[in-house]
């Protein structure tokens, strides 16, 4: 047999991986010194050297985009079909379990699946429905505790109220949390994982059944699985199981979302014959990059180690960009991809990365009016957007009656006359009679209620159940259209002004087109209406659809695991944003950002920019920031300072460095005060400081003041307060 193509450029030691005799292994290596790569190849060598059947395969990997890349890459190199593959993410995979086996998963045929939003608005629900108002409670904080037990494996029934009313409080809501979903058909993302989990473990000849099916187990980022994900994986593994897991402990970036990065020891114990491999050989970077990430990450402590080279050359030194705000910052992005996108390089090779969501608004601003071309990837996706919403809980609700978010979503949407009271009425009545709110407003309409409150739930009961008649043996595509324009949704937001209709409707038309390319995954038994929920759900959570247009990459930190890109910007490199704010005084949560740092630093492969911009405006509040000090992590020799042109709005400007001066201590410092800082002047009145310069009697202070803008001061003169 020919196995050149699959061994073909890796190196020995990834050989010996994708080579290795079938026993539990785990990989452990740097960031792009071919961990994926070799997972896709082993996959391929199992297939066509061991004989192993592709159904006899289980491979795990952190997104649905990876999980479709890592079959393209496996259709490239075997030549076979691998559409039926047992390839995706522990949600996708535990998905496609419990539609298999939702009898013996205690969950009704057409489940749906809900994401963060339908459950945060089902808490809400909780919470107002207690008997005496309460603001203690914060609907996100109750959903983070639900979540978070349902990551370690815990039902209501496992937890101790520990004699804490609070806690007890919490159990409740949980409880009734629970309750609403199972009436209701409805699995959050949590709950996937969690009942797939107890699917095998509570049907013995069931894991009995797929641990001799799935014989071999891949996991790729294995450093971000979570209790309930490893529990899942060696649940399966069993005695028999051979995993073989791929990850980077410096990598490890969800610890907030449950990832325990401590499952690579755990594994070592619980499979003591497992060999393990390093790879130390980085492909992607160039020499200085790496020399970086290096440099930064080994401020961290507790880390397994690993060396990491490259033969990338040293290629060009690093470039910090310090801006005066964010639109500068923004604008100084924009001019450099502008540059590289001119120069006939591919926009979607420049990827744009920043540490939260809310930073990409302005730099897409400065993108639109540059007319460059970008895409937010992990923002807010198709699928996400309110319209979109809107007609999937019509569609939901016509395949299932018993589905509270999608009912309480669209009862008065288009709005019908159904006003809070009767809404709260039929809350009440639910709650009463542990009932959907379907089945409550049927009671409620007909015995509490007369006149026109009556007659509008009638109306939407009716229409429902018009809807379900007039599109039931329709194609998916079909049952869309109608939906969409029998609903009264096209005509609604026909009615908002202006171009934000006009795009809703767009988005309503294009969700038709959706289903009609949506093809069902062969492997589950589902109608296609159904197939079609799940599938909009699951995507809702990551990337949006391939974009056809060759454009910038927008994105966070988190959403870039396990990417590359030639060009690649950091931005918003300040302290308080990055490292964040809440993570600076605890050793733990620090380090997790010099974590994400590595990983944003090694998504490089050829040229890095990092900027960060004295002023920021974000959430509405001016902020003033230091560099971040991951940026002085990194040796001086690989940096080079650039900054945009002089700014107008500041003739006047001294030198400036950022974090390093020349005696390693923050500007400023020697002179006790520190950028940023508020003062008082008797004159001038409150302000910040921007900039100093000079030393003792000649030492200056550039002060922003609030009533009269920036005075450069000489600071043994100007008598501050500092506040
Ligand atoms: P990350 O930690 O970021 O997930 P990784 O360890 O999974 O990285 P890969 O993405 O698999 O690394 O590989 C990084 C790059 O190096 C890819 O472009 C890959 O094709 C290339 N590469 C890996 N091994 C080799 C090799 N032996 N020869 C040539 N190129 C390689
Ligand atoms: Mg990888």
Request: aromatic share 8%; net charge negative.
């Amino acid at each position: 047999m020919d196995v050149t193509p699959i061994l073909e450029s890796l190196n020995d030691a990834q050989r010996d991986a994708v080579t290795a005799p079938a026993d539990p292994l785990l990989v452990i290596a740097g960031a792009g010194s071919g961990k994926t790569r070799v997972l896709t190849h082993r996959i391929a060598w199992l297939i066509d050297v061991e004989g192993v059947s592709p159904q006899g395969l289980l491979a795990v990997t952190f997104t649905n985009k990876a999980a479709a890349e890592m079959r393209g890459r496996i259709e490239a190199l075997l030549q076979i079909p691998v559409s039926h593959l047992w390839i995706g993410t522990f949600h996708g995979l535990a998905h496609r379990m419990l539609r298999r086996h939702w009898q013996e998963a205690g969950l009704p045929q057409s489940f749906q699946i809900i994401d963060s939003d339908d459950q945060l608005r089902i808490i809400k629900r909780l919470i107002k429905g207690l008997e005496f108002e309460d603001d203690r409670w914060v609907p996100r904080e109750i959903q983070y505790f639900i979540n978070a037990q349902k990551d370690e494996g815990l039902r209501p029934q496992h937890l101790d109220d520990e004699n804490d009313p609070n806690r007890r409080q919490q159990i409740a809501f949980y409880q009734q949390y629970q309750e609403i979903c199972d009436r209701g058909g409805l699995v959050d993302f949590a709950e996937l994982l969690l009942r797939a989990h107890e699917l095998w473990r509570d049907n013995a000849e069931l894991l009995a059944h797929y641990q001799r099916r799935f014989q071999h187990l891949l996991v790729d980022e294995f450093q971000d699985t979570n209790s309930i994900q490893y529990a899942w994986l060696r649940l399966l593994a069993g005695k028999t199981g051979v995993p073989f897991v791929v990850g980077d402990d410096d990598q490890s970036i969800y610890r907030w979302r449950g990832a325990r990065v401590e499952h690579i020891q755990q594994f070592q114990q619980d499979f003591p014959r497992a060999s393990v491999v390093k790879l130390e050989q980085n492909y992607r970077s160039t020499e200085t990059i790496l020399d970086a990430a290096n440099a930064v990450i080994a401020n961290n402590t507790g880390r397994l180690g690993k060396n990491l080279w490259t033969e990338g050359g040293r290629g060009e030194p690093i470039r910090v960009c310090s801006a005066y705000n964010e639109r500068d910052e923004a604008d100084f992005v924009v001019g450099k991809l502008r540059t590289w996108s001119d120069q006939g390089n591919a926009r979607a090779d420049a990827a744009v990365l920043y540490r939260s969501n809310a930073q990409s608004r302005v730099l897409e601003e400065a993108l639109v009016n540059a007319r460059m071309p970008y895409r937010v990837y992990g923002g807010l996706r198709f699928f996400e957007r309110q319209e979109i919403k809107d007609a999937l809980a019509y569609l939901r609700l016509i395949s299932h009656r018993d589905d509270d978010s999608s009912f309480e979503r669209i009862v008065n949407k288009p709005t019908r006359g159904i006003g809070a009271r009767t809404l709260d009425s039929m809350r009440s009545y639910a709650r009463a009679n542990s009932c959907s709110m379907w089945r409550a407003a049927g009671a409620v309409a007909s015995d509490e209620m007369s006149g026109r409150a009556a007659t509008a739930i009638m109306v939407f009961l009716n229409l429902i159940e018009r809807l379900a008649k007039d599109t039931d043996g329709l194609d998916l595509h079909e049952q869309t259209d109608h939906v969409i324009r029998a609903s009264g949704l096209i005509e609604f937001f026909r009615k908002e002004k202006g171009e934000r209709g006009e795009t809703r409707i767009e988005n309503l038309e294009e969700l038709v087109s959706a289903a009609k390319g949506f093809e069902p995954d062969p492997v589950e038994e589902m109608s296609p209406l159904d197939a079609f929920l799940s599938h909009a759900a699951l995507e809702a959570g990551e990337g949006q659809a391939e974009a056809w247009e060759d454009c910038v990459q927008l994105m966070t930190m988190h959403s870039a695991k396990g990417l590359e890109f030639p060009l690649v910007f950091l931005c918003g490199m300040e302290d308080g944003l990055f490292p964040h704010q809440r993570s600076i005084a605890d050793p733990q949560g620090l380090e997790e950002e010099r974590r994400l740092c590595y990983v944003g630093i090694t998504r490089a492969k050829e040229t890095l920019y990092i900027t960060h911009a004295e002023q920021r405006r974000m959430h509405g509040t001016d902020s003033f920031s230091q560099a971040s000090r991951f940026i002085s992590e990194i040796p001086n020799e690989l940096v080079e300072e650039v900054r945009p042109r002089v700014q107008v709005s500041r003739p006047i400007r001294a030198p400036l460095r950022h974090a390093r001066s020349a005696s390693g201590v923050a500007p400023g410092a020697e002179l006790g005060v520190r950028l940023g800082q508020r003062v008082r002047h008797a004159k001038f009145g409150d302000g910040v400081i921007l900039n100093c310069s000079g030393q003792g009697a000649h030492a200056q202070v550039e002060v922003n003041f609030e009533s009269v803008g920036t005075k450069i001061l000489v600071l043994a003169y100007a008598k501050l307060d500092l506040m």
